[in-house]
């Protein structure tokens, strides 16, 4: 069994930036592919970032590119999401995720494990 813990939340102004982190207990992560959720108040769960478990292939929904970058850290069993340039649109539950397959086209899919969620909110 995996267990995924995020960290890293909070509030920030418009324009500044966060870094996510997700930690991974249980076993270790190396083979799976991992991804950053998010779902704001009302709307469905999204696919915001994922990263194949080589770490040569990523995926970001559109209006993240060029602001956000997700790493993976084997090493550590560590994941994470560097958020820049942040937009009151951003706000959300952010939720890590681990296993499943992964699309440069839709990004990850049927995830195995989910972390708690963090939240973050962006002020204007």
């Known amino acids: 069994q995996v267990q995924l813990v995020e960290s890293g939340g909070g509030l920030v102004q418009a324009g500044g930036s966060l870094r996510l982190s997700c930690a991974a207990s249980?076993?270790?992560?190396?083979?799976?592919?991992l991804g950053w959720f998010r779902q704001a108040p009302g709307k469905a769960r999204e696919c915001v970032a994922a990263i194949s478990w080589t770490g040569r292939n990523t995926y970001y929904v559109d209006n993240v590119k060029g602001r956000f970058t997700i790493s993976r850290d084997n090493a550590k069993i560590v994941a994470s999401l560097q958020m820049d340039s942040l937009k009151p649109e951003d706000t959300a539950v952010y939720y890590c995720?681990?296993?499943?397959?992964?699309?440069?086209?839709?990004?990850?899919?049927?995830?195995?494990?989910w972390g708690q969620g963090t939240q973050v909110t962006v002020s204007s």
């Open positions: 249980g076993r270790t992560l190396s083979s799976y592919n």
């Open positions: 995720a681990a296993g499943g397959s992964m699309s440069i086209t839709v990004g990850l899919s049927s995830p195995l494990y």
